[in-house]
């Protein structure tokens, strides 16, 4: 677990690093195109409108991943209960119209914009290319790292069984009806092993490009003064942050986590945000949102999330749940269920219009 401790702060100073790193020169390199002075620029108005956004977007975080986790004590929506099913499938297409509706226009517009040269950046789709290879690399660590434990596993039962009482039960069971029985018993161990661990890879994947969508979420508020647009994105970061939290809140219940980590994966969705927020208040001196350098880095950025969360809502939540025992053996709640997703992804569609 302190891998992945390590690998969601690693990415989170990261994104900081960059940003601040190249946020130096963004005053000698501001876009000649960049929005003049409005009635909407207020500097102490859009100041008290950040204080509120810091401390509204972090309660509704909390409230939206610690949903789930709460989950157990209500009967109804505990894991294996069809309730569970539905709610996930609508959080799942949440997290699907995060990907494809907020997070991958964001990249086009920072990368296709008129404030950067247009060779080579309206030249070639740089979005749509560092989406796919995000994708597959999401899809390589996915992979690697289910063979890993499947190897380590294996080895760990086989050196069980060979060193188990096997030699005890020979005069009263059967050599082949013990092997048969013992090798089923391993067998089933494996599989819970495997789920478990796929449920894990699962949560801390999906916190991953979260936690990198939200920093620059953040990151662009903070550095506007544009109440106008501040007001309106309060409301509708509020309903973003609360419905994809309880997307990840419900991976992260599945995964079956101690307190402490379950309480370490809480902190850092629900902080991010208003820590990206803050981050973009302290650079609001020297940050443009127009500027060449901050494009490129938080468009770039943008793509790799955005192929990321497309990769995790449409592999590893929708299609595991779809295609798994549980809904293709039961067409009612598989219709149900693709009515939540088709809820959850349209209300969050809609939330594109504001975020």
Not at 189 to 211: F, K, M, P, Y
Not at 218 to 239: D, E, H, P, V, W
Request: hydrophobic share 50%; with cysteine.
């Amino acid at each position: 677990m302190k891998s992945v401790l390590k690998s969601l702060a690693n990415s989170i100073f990261l994104v900081l690093f960059i940003i601040f790193s190249s946020s130096t020169p963004l005053v000698l390199a501001q876009c000649e195109a960049e929005t003049k002075t409005n009635g909407c620029h207020n500097y102490r108005e859009s100041m008290k409108l950040k204080i509120i956004a810091i401390f509204a977007i972090l309660l509704s975080s909390m409230i939206g991943v610690c949903l789930p986790l709460f989950s157990r004590q209500v009967p109804s929506l505990k894991p294996d209960r069809d309730l569970f099913t539905i709610v996930k499938a609508f959080a799942s297409g949440v997290i699907l119209a995060t990907g494809y509706m907020h997070v991958l226009p964001d990249s086009f517009n920072d990368l296709m914009s008129g404030c950067l040269p247009e060779n080579p950046w309206r030249k070639f789709p740089f979005t749509t290319f560092v989406a796919m290879l995000s994708a597959v690399l999401t899809l390589m660590v996915d992979s690697f790292a289910m063979s890993v434990y499947k190897k380590r596993c294996g080895k760990a039962l086989m050196a069980e069984a060979n060193n188990g009482g096997g030699l005890e039960n020979t005069n009263v069971v059967p050599i082949d009806n013990f092997q048969h029985g013992n090798s089923h018993s391993l067998e089933m161990n494996d599989d819970v092993s495997s789920q478990l661990l796929r449920h894990r890879v699962i949560a801390q994947v999906l916190e991953l490009g979260i936690v990198v969508h939200s920093v620059v979420i953040g990151l662009a508020m903070g550095a506007s003064g544009n109440q106008c647009t501040i007001r309106s994105l309060i409301a509708a970061l509020c309903f973003h942050q609360m419905f994809e939290g309880m997307g990840l809140g419900g991976c992260i219940l599945q995964a079956e986590y101690e307190i402490k980590m379950k309480a370490i994966m809480v902190f850092f969705f629900s902080a991010t945000t208003p820590l990206g927020i803050v981050l973009g208040i302290g650079l609001s001196k020297v940050y443009s949102e127009t500027s060449p350098t901050s494009l490129i880095v938080l468009g770039l950025l943008n793509a790799c999330s955005a192929g990321l969360l497309n990769y995790m809502a449409l592999v590893d939540l929708l299609a595991a749940d779809f295609l798994g025992p549980k809904l293709q053996t039961n067409m009612k709640l598989q219709a149900w269920s693709y009515v939540a997703v088709l809820l959850g992804a349209g209300f969050m569609s809609l939330m594109a219009k504001w975020a």
